[in-house]
C-alpha cells in the first residue's frame, strides 16, 4: 500500500428513490479503492431530498450548502419525488447546488460498454460538456394574469459570452486531449439568437485552440444514451459534484433491483477529479469487468460482483 495516505471529505448526499440504494454501492466501493490505493473518505452524511422536505420545510438550508463548499466533493443520488411537486427540489437543491458553487460544466462520459449494445454504434466513445449555469435553466422568467385566461408563462434562455465561453473552452481543451475533434450540439436553425453566440464563440475557441469545429442539432445527437456525469467547478475554487444521470426511479426503489453501474461511473469521476486516476480506472474497469460477464440482475448482485473484480484487479496488480 502507498504510503502517502491522502483524506477527502465527500458529501454523500444519497437523496430520493433509487438513489440512497446506488450510491451506498458505490461508496462501499470508494473505500475498498481507497484501502487499495492508500486514501480514505471522510463521508460527511448529507440527508437532504424529498423526505427531509416533507419532514421540515427544508430544501436547502444555507448552514448545510456552507458545509458542503468545504468539502472536496459531493456524491449525489438522484434527486425528485412524486409526493414532492414538480421543481421544488429540482430546482431548490439541485439547480441551487450547481449555481451557487459555480459547476458551470456538467461532464457525462458516453462510452461503448461491454455487453451493452442498445445504442447499436460500435465504437462509442465521448463526453458531453454541457453548460450547467445558463440557459433555460438560469430561472429568469415567472407568471402573470395567473388564473385568467391571459395567464403567461415566461422562461427566458440566458447567454452569457463570458459563461459560454468558458465552457467551450473547457469542452475544447477536453478534445485536444482527446480526438481533436468537437462538436456543438444546439438548435441554431430554431432558437437563432443564442445559437448564434455559441456558434461564435465555438469557432472562436476552436480555431484558438487548435481543434476541429463539428455541429449537430440536438435532436439529432439525443439518440443515445448516457451514464455516469460529473458537475464541474474546474477552477476547484470548491467542491465539485457527481451524479448518475438517471433519475430517482420511484417505481423500483426499495425493491433491490437499481442498477448501481451509473453511480459506480459516477465514483470513478470523483477519483479522477481528487487526483486519483488509478483507482478511478480500476473502479470503471469493474464495471466494464461485470458488464463483460452479462451484468447482475439485482443491487446486491452487482455490489458482489464489483467487489470481486476490484478485489481481482487487486490481486494482479
Ligand atoms: C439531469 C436532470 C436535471 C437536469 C433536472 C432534474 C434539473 O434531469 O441531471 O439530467 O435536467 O439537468
Ligand atoms: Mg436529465
Not at 220 to 248: I, Q, R, W, Y
Not at 294 to 311: F, I, N, R, S
Amino acid at each position: 500500500m502507498p504510503d502517502n495516505v491522502g483524506s477527502y471529505a465527500v458529501a454523500h448526499l444519497a437523496g430520493d428513490g433509487i438513489g440512497p440504494e446506488v450510491t451506498a454501492v458505490a461508496r462501499d466501493l470508494v473505500d475498498l479503492a481507497g484501502k487499495q490505493h492508500g486514501f480514505t473518505i471522510d463521508w460527511r452524511h448529507c440527508p437532504l431530498g424529498s423526505e427531509h422536505y416533507l419532514r421540515t420545510g427544508e430544501v436547502l438550508p444555507d448552514e448545510v450548502l456552507d458545509g458542503l463548499r468545504k468539502t472536496d466533493a459531493i456524491l449525489l443520488g438522484a434527486v425528485g419525488s412524486p409526493q414532492v411537486p414538480p421543481g421544488v427540489l429540482e430546482r431548490g437543491l439541485l439547480l441551487r447546488l450547481r449555481f451557487d458553487l459555480d459547476l458551470y460544466v456538467n461532464l457525462r462520459p458516453a462510452k461503448q460498454r461491454p455487453g451493452v449494445d442498445a445504442a447499436s454504434a460500435g465504437d462509442l466513445d465521448f463526453v458531453v460538456v454541457r453548460e450547467n449555469t445558463e440557459g433555460l435553466y438560469a430561472g429568469a422568467g415567472g407568471i402573470v394574469h395567473r388564473g385568467t385566461a391571459f395567464e403567461t408563462a415566461t422562461e427566458e434562455s440566458l447567454n452569457t459570452r463570458a459563461g459560454v465561453e468558458r465552457c467551450v473552452r473547457y469542452a475544447a481543451k477536453l478534445a485536444a486531449r482527446r480526438s481533436g475533434k468537437l462538436t456543438l450540439v444546439h438548435k441554431t436553425n430554431v432558437l437563432t439568437n443564442a445559437g448564434s453566440l455559441w456558434m461564435r464563440v465555438a469557432e472562436e475557441v476552436a480555431a484558438d485552440q487548435g481543434v476541429s469545429l463539428d455541429y449537430a442539432h440536438v435532436d439529432a445527437a439525443c439518440l443515445l444514451g448516457l451514464s455516469a456525469s460529473g458537475n464541474l467547478n474546474p477552477d476547484k475554487t470548491g467542491p465539485s459534484m457527481f451524479e448518475p444521470v438517471h433519475g430517482s426511479a420511484p417505481d423500483i426503489a426499495g425493491t433491490g433491483k437499481a442498477n448501481p453501474a451509473g453511480a459506480v461511473l459516477s465514483a470513478a469521476l470523483m477519483l479522477d477529479h481528487l487526483g486519483e486516476p488509478e483507482a478511478a480506472a480500476e473502479l470503471e474497469g469493474a464495471v466494464d469487468a461485470v458488464l463483460a460477464h452479462g451484468g447482475a440482475a439485482t443491487t446486491k448482485a452487482w455490489a458482489d460482483a464489483l467487489a470481486e473484480q476490484l478485489a481481482r484487479t487487486e490481486v494482479t496488480r
